[in-house]
């Protein structure tokens, strides 16, 4: 079990997200307000780890929850340990892990800022198959 420590949304796709304490989650469409949500879409929402993100802190730069465009940073979940198709739920939402990483379109913007992107190594995607809404602090349970 993990839980959820950041939520993160933006407006543009490539760009990084800006944190937000709860969100609306909508069945089959992901994160109300977020560039990446949408209909018939494998990667309605992404996850990636705070302990991902903190080995690139560790490397000495200067990083905020969403800087990798994932919509939900995670505490405490080994996100690609989790097989293809597993099944999350955040409350009342139920996710369903659709991909683990992606290749990265050339040197978007968020490695133009921060150096690098772990975003294609270390986080995954799901599609939504229950929506409802999300705060900080949620647990996230496999089920």
């Known amino acids: 079990m993990g839980k959820i420590i ?7 796709k490539g ?4 944190p937000v304490s709860e969100a609306m989650v909508f069945e089959n469409y992901g994160i ?5 949500a949408g209909s018939h879409w494998h990667r309605q929402i992404s996850l990636l780890s705070h ?6 802190k560790d490397k000495g730069l200067n990083l905020n ?3 990798f465009a994932e919509n939900i ?6 996100l690609l340990k989790i097989p293809l198709g597993t099944k999350l739920q955040i409350g009342e939402v139920i996710l369903e892990i659709t991909q683990h990483g992606k290749r990265c379109h050339s040197k978007c913007e968020i490695f133009k800022v921060v150096g690098d992107c ?8 799901a599609r939504v198959l229950k929506g409802g809404k999300i705060k900080i602090g949620d647990y996230i349970i496999k089920l």
């Open 51 to 56: 302990e991902s993100i903190k080995k690139m």
């Open 118 to 125: 772990i975003m294609p190594r270390e986080g995954v995607f």
């Open 6 to 12: 950041s939520i993160n949304i933006s407006d543009e």
């Open 65 to 67: 929850y969403g800087d």
């Open 15 to 18: 760009t990084t997200k800006k």
């Open 32 to 36: 109300d307000g977020d560039a990446h």
């Open 73 to 78: 940073t995670t505490e405490g979940i080994d």
